[in-house]
């Protein structure tokens, strides 16, 4: 089994009464993936004594006026020098990591699960394993323009625990197609397009899927999934014309069984190819872990009584006819308005990731897609400005319902392709096959 292993939680209990303003926060450092406070990690995920024994020193004496408690948590080699604190500086978490790569740093607010402050996450800086809280740097005696400038840069430069890094380019195309496209017909009027298109509310009925969470119960980097299968389902649903029963495809069953992507990323082919060869399972066959999985008959589809767990042999498959790459603006509203939502890749930025609460999101950046979402219809806000709408795979929690709107490529006199994470370059379709569906 691939070590997909917590190597270490550590709670930091701090006092509240004393920190007015500050949450008390949890500090996790765990390889490949961030666990959530409290949970207990799952028996699969759990490291054997012999393997891995950690050593973490904790001082809790942060300085003079804020003592707190002396507990101490201590575990052994070889991690010791991955987790070191600077006393020092009140306000301050810094941890040293040795291995940035395999290491996956987040700062929880354990005061409200439901609203974690993703502020300090910006400041984490793990190649120099150095982590900053917001507030601590605002609240630096030193006023010098040219060092918090160089601060920015480093920023940029450096990695940081971003929620994506979900997506891999091995540069294949993956396509299938028996006959052309629509809009690759010399006859395509790209003026018979409705100026706004929204699946969840066709005429008052909605076609679209709930939104998920990738990133539960434990961080995966399954984008490449969610963004695909949330695309599939809506396409399902559509296809079946809102037919009860609604579409929820096994994002797990992919994960574990498409021979190529994983929890470290994928790309939407993966999906599509799997889909065509094998056919998708629906999510009672293999419930989301957030975890590499082996594949067998079990997580094909399975289930379990009391005393065991079985495979299951007679259960749908979902399968899909072509599918292929799209991109331009009215080529994408042409197969959305067709067959249903797409899956398109996006440079996701860390102020679309961290600061998009609501609204039409415009941004200059050339950041190459590094993120996957569902593209599901566009319209016009109250300023005549044309945007997209698209399904995130991060939760209710963030954007829009777990949704956002962004520009299209006519923002800013027909600029607007730099100013929308290039979310009209990397999108596919895939035609869904409901002959074996009711
Ligand atoms: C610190 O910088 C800010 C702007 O960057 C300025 O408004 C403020 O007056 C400066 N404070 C001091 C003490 O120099
Ligand atoms: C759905 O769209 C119709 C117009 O087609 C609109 O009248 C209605 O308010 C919309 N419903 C919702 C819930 O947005
Ligand atoms: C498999 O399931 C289908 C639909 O639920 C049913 O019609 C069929 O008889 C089942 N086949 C077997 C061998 O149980
Ligand atoms: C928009 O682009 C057109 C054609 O390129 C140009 O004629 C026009 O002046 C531009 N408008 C603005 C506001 O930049």
């Excluded at 920190?19 to 995920?45: C, D, G, H, Q």
């Excluded at 987040?106 to 609203?115: L, P």
């Excluded at 629906?282 to 594949?295: I, L």
Aim: aromatic content about 10%; overall charge negative.
């Amino acid at each position: 089994m691939k070590l997909t292993i917590l190597l270490l939680l550590l709670f930091v209990g701090i006092n509240q009464a004393t920190w007015l303003n500050i949450p008390k926060l949890a500090v996790r450092v765990s390889k490949s993936f961030v666990a959530m406070e409290k949970l207990e990690t799952p028996e699969e995920l759990r490291v054997s004594a012999e393997e891995e024994e950690m050593e973490i020193e904790v001082n809790q004496e942060v300085n003079e006026e804020h003592k707190v408690s002396n507990e101490k948590l201590n575990l052994k080699k070889p991690y010791t020098s991955m987790l070191k604190k600077d006393f020092d500086n009140r306000k301050y978490e810094i941890v040293y990591i040795e291995d940035p790569e395999n290491v996956a740093i987040e700062i929880a607010d354990s005061r409200n699960q439901r609203k974690i402050d993703l502020e300090p996450v910006k400041y984490a800086k793990l190649e120099t394993g150095y982590f900053q809280s917001s507030e601590s740097a605002e609240s630096s005696e030193e006023n010098d323009t040219s060092s918090s400038e160089e601060e920015e840069e480093l920023e940029e430069s450096l990695p940081y625990p971003s929620k994506c890094g979900c997506v891999k380019k091995s540069g294949r195309v993956f396509e299938s197609k028996t006959s052309p496209r629509e809009w690759e017909s010399a006859n395509f009027q790209a003026n018979d397009l409705p100026a706004a298109w929204d699946w969840r509310n066709v005429s008052g009925k909605n076609y679209c899927s709930p939104t998920r969470n990738q990133h539960i119960p434990v961080y995966c980097g399954s984008c490449w999934v969610f963004g695909t299968t949330g695309a599939l389902n809506d396409r399902f649903n559509i296809a079946r014309q809102g037919r009860w029963p609604m579409t929820q495809l096994s994002p797990q069953e992919i994960i574990d069984c498409n021979g190529r992507g994983n929890c470290q990323g994928g790309e939407v082919g993966d999906v599509l190819e799997h889909a065509k060869l094998q056919g998708l399972v629906e999510e009672g066959c293999n419930v989301y872990r957030a975890t590499n999985g082996e594949c067998n008959p079990y997580h094909r589809c399975g289930s379990c009584w009391p005393n065991e767990c079985f495979s299951l042999t007679n259960y749908t498959r979902y399968y899909v006819k072509d599918y292929g790459t799209v991109k331009g603006r009215e080529n994408i509203m042409a197969e959305i308005k067709k067959g249903g939502p797409l899956a398109c890749g996006i440079g996701a930025t860390k102020k679309f990731e961290y600061e998009y609460v609501k609204g039409v999101y415009s941004e200059k950046s050339d950041l190459q897609s590094n993120h996957i979402i569902s593209l599901t219809g566009w319209g016009v806000d109250e300023n005549g400005v044309e945007y997209w709408i698209a399904r995130n795979s991060w939760g209710e929690a963030w954007g829009e319902l777990g949704w956002f709107r962004v520009v299209t490529s006519k923002f800013q006199n027909g600029t607007g392709d730099q100013y929308n994470m290039g979310i009209e370059r990397e999108c596919y379709f895939a035609d869904v096959d409901v002959s074996n569906l009711n």
